[in-house]
């Protein structure tokens, strides 16, 4: 094959891959600018809740940098990979179906193509917890920047897995 054909390939698939797993909408909380910008919009800090695809009951709040500027108004910018997560129950807890250890089950865009905020759940069944964990990555580097939350789920409703 040749190198470009490969490429596009390559991208295609991993946005593919991102699309499939971006099932979970984002809902828009508050936002507060950070850096006024003379052109475009200003920078800011975004807020918005997740709703737990397969755990009714367990919503998480994520916050976020969001870049301003003609960049960011053409959706061209980068946005840092900072953000911070705060799951809770808002609900009583149920399982639709048997959890893997490790799932993603957000992830948005933060650049036109390479870079996506990522946020998995993983299940500590020894302590009936679900743990939530937020980072940044990129196709070639990713950040070690990351936010970890969890929430106990009560013991009389035991964590299926699979």
């Avoid at 036109?112 to 020894?126: A, G």
């Amino acid at each position: 094959m040749n190198r470009p054909f490969t490429t596009i390939l390559f991208t295609t698939s991993v946005l593919a891959a991102g699309l499939a797993a971006g099932g979970v909408q984002a809902e828009p909380l508050a936002e507060v600018s950070t850096v006024w910008k003379l052109i475009g919009p200003n920078h800011k800090i975004v807020v918005e809740a997740y709703d737990d695809p397969l755990v009714e009951g367990i919503t998480c709040y994520v916050s976020r940098a969001k870049t301003g500027g003609l960049s960011g108004a053409f959706g061209l910018a980068e946005d840092v990979a900072e953000a911070s997560i705060a799951c809770r129950q808002v609900g009583p807890v149920r399982i639709t179906k048997p959890l893997p250890a490790k799932q993603e089950v957000f992830s948005e865009r933060q650049s036109i193509l390479f870079k996506r905020l990522q946020v998995v759940r993983m299940v500590d069944p020894k302590r009936n917890v679900l743990v939530y964990l937020t980072y940044s990555d990129k196709i070639i580097e990713g950040s070690p920047q990351n936010s970890v939350t969890a929430v106990a789920v009560d013991r009389g409703t035991p964590i299926p897995m699979r």
